[in-house]
């Protein structure tokens, strides 16, 4: 298994947005569900957004729902994560993996997670 690549964190006002991307090598993501979570300092990594293989299939948490968005282009091998309306409190590191299961809430069901971009948001 070959992990996954985050990329497009960094430094954003509350309000603005960014998009990050999942990327991934050969055939990882191939016929998988993918999902990203987040981990700020001193929490647990929680469950953020995961999306089928079609992408016909997608899943939010509550406390991004209607703010972030999940794509995937299987012809590049990657994963975006659209993140409109930025608070402070969606600061963490971002991690993708991969999800033999299916589109779930339960990190323990993901495989091969990346090692993370970091979001920022400042007031």
């Known amino acids: 298994q070959v992990q996954p690549v985050e990329s497009g964190g960094g430094l954003v006002q509350a309000g603005g947005s960014l998009r990050l991307s999942c990327a991934a090598s050969?055939?990882?993501?191939?016929?998988?569900?993918v999902g990203w979570s987040r981990q700020s300092p001193g929490k647990e990594r929680e469950f953020v957004a995961a999306?089928?293989?079609?992408?016909?299939?997608?899943f939010y948490a509550d406390s991004v729902q209607g703010r972030f968005t999940i794509s995937r282009d299987n012809a590049k091998n990657t994963v975006y994560l659209q993140m409109n309306g930025l608070k402070p409190e969606d600061t963490a590191v971002y991690y993708c993996a991969r999800s033999p299961t299916g589109v779930v809430r339960r990190l323990s069901d993901y495989e091969s997670w990346g090692q993370g971009t970091q979001v920022t948001v400042s007031l």
């Open positions: 050969g055939r990882t993501f191939s016929s998988y569900a």
């Open positions: 999306i089928s293989w079609a992408g016909n299939q997608v």
